[in-house]
Nanobody, 121 residues
Framework: QVQLVESGGGLVQDGGSLRLSCTASGRTFSTDAMGWFRQAPGKERAFVASIRWNGGRTTYADSVKGRFTISRDNAKNTVYLQMNSLKPEDTAVYYC??????????????WGQGTQVTVSS
C-alpha cells in the first residue's frame, strides 16, 4: 500500500502562485512516476504533469506548459507542483497520484485525497 498526502492548496488571485506538495509513504520503493491531475466542477479529471521518480523526466499538459513545474525530492518521498501565473480556469481540486509515467489516469494506481485550488479573477 502507498499513502499520498497533498498540501498547499488555497485561494489566490489571478496571476498569483502556489506550490503544492505530495508526500508518499508506505511501499514506495517500486515507484516509477508521480503525477498531478485536476478536476474542475462539472468536468472530468484531467492530466496536469508527470515526473519519473528516477531520472526526473517530465511531461506537461499543454494548458500548463511554461507556467507549472513538477519536481521531486527522492529523499523526502515528495513531489511538488509549482504553479505560476495562475488563471481562474486553473481552479480545481488537484490530485497527486503514483503510477507509470504518462498522462492517462488508468496508469496510476494510488491517489491522494485532493487539495482545492481556487483562483479568483
Amino acid at each position: 500500500q502507498v499513502q499520498l498526502v497533498e498540501s498547499g492548496g488555497g485561494l489566490v488571485q489571478d496571476g498569483g502562485s502556489l506550490r503544492l506538495s505530495c508526500t508518499a509513504s508506505g511501499r514506495t520503493f517500486s515507484t516509477d512516476a508521480m503525477g498531478w491531475f485536476r478536476q474542475a466542477p462539472g468536468k472530468e479529471r484531467a492530466f496536469v504533469a508527470s515526473i519519473r521518480w528516477n531520472g526526473g523526466r517530465t511531461t506537461y499538459a499543454d494548458s500548463v506548459k511554461g507556467r507549472f513545474t513538477i519536481s521531486r525530492d527522492n529523499a523526502k518521498n515528495t513531489v511538488y507542483l509549482q504553479m505560476n501565473s495562475l488563471k481562474p480556469e486553473d481552479t480545481a481540486v488537484y490530485y497527486c497520484a503514483r503510477g507509470a509515467y504518462g498522462s492517462f489516469s488508468p496508469q496510476y494506481d494510488y491517489w491522494g485525497q485532493g487539495t482545492q485550488v481556487t483562483v479568483s479573477s
